[in-house]
């Protein structure tokens, strides 16, 4: 039996923090549940998993993450209800000048549900899964 119960949070560093945590809410319908202006660090959830956005220092001196050779997050991904909101959700984040769509909703594999890969502000790589 596994000793843990799913994820209580998930932690991204981000080039801009208030571009990132836009995205989360206006885009995704996430709620802003607190901050650490200092620190600096949002947190948002949708209810049911809780980001934390964490400013990076000096982003202009980052390096990209490159999902070939980093070791660390290659992506997240979140949960839909059903493919037809998934595809709704599509249709919005195509239009956005803030996303980079990977791939649009298509079949995954031979398990029935639907996927679409999107690169989100500070270049963040989020699946999206229609179950």
Known sequence: MAHTQGIHHLGLT????KEASSFFIDALGFTQVGDIPSYPAIFVSDGEVMLTLWQAEE???AT???RHKNIGLHHFALRLADSSALIDLYKQLETRPDVTIEFAPEALGESGMQHMMCR????IRLELIAL
């Open 64 to 66: 990209p993450f490159d």
């Open 59 to 61: 982003p202009e001196q």
């Open 14 to 17: 981000v080039p801009n923090i």
């Open 120 to 123: 989100i502000p500070g270049n």
